[in-house]
């Protein structure tokens, strides 16, 4: 039997991030034992040459995944939108948005603190029909990890998809499905990165692509769960979003 591994690393400069230090990169990914050697020495190289700067903490980590709790799941729909300007961002998630169970004055308060957050670490958890946050986080928020791309699975995937073919969308992708896949109704997501202004939606198990979802040169954003309050056991739902391994596509 095949021996699964969850790689991940984390860089940082002036110190380990829980001590206040600089988030310079991070990757993680899901592989074979094979693989491991080839994918650590990888990531340390990525985390030492990356243009954010120069790390002086680096974490690796690497836990060995029973192969039956590898979860397989097909990638979501991805589509794109037409969205002229950031003035025009609200009306287009309003009808876009509009079969969803979620009020006017509840989707604009998410996107206007979306836009502009620059605490929160994780994405914040929203019930749908009151638009109170649930998830009890704080500034941490949850954070999506233990998720990768079967890679010659994405090669055949990408093959039809001009979009797609950078690190940066096949990662949001990625965590997108797996955010679906945990039961979420709708996901919203804004890069804090001041150059990239495209962010997306995600619901009824499609990925929407929204040009200027935010202004140019904002380094601010965030990302928002909406799920069912009475519904969703939330313990289980967060732990399949952190810890749950989940590859996207292939087979073991
Ligand atoms: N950005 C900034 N800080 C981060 C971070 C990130 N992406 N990931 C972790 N940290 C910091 C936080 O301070 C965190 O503390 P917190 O949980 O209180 O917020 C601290 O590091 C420890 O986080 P932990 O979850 O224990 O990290 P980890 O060692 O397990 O590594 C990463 C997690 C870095 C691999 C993961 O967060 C990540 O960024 N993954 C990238 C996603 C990706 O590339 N997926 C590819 C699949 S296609």
Known sequence: MEKWYSIRMRASEGGPHEKGGRHISGAERIIKEKELEQIAANMIKRALTHS????DFISLKVDKIEQEAVHIISPITIQKID???????????KKLLAPLPLKEEVLFFLY?????????????IVDIHSGKRIDNQGLRGVRVSHFDWDKSFQEKWIQNKKDFHNERRLEAVALASKVAKAGTICELCCSDDPEYTTGYVTFQHTYVQIPNMKKKDVPRGGRVFLVDASTIDLDAYMNFLEKTPVLIGGSK
């Not at 954010?52 to 790390?55: A, L, N, Q, T």
């Not at 206007?112 to 914040?124: F, L, S």
């Open 112 to 124: 206007d603190w979306m836009i502009e957050d620059d605490q929160t670490r994780g994405a914040i």
């Open 83 to 93: 969205n002229k300007g950031q003035d025009e961002t609200k009306a287009v998630l």
């Open 52 to 55: 954010r700067g120069e790390p």
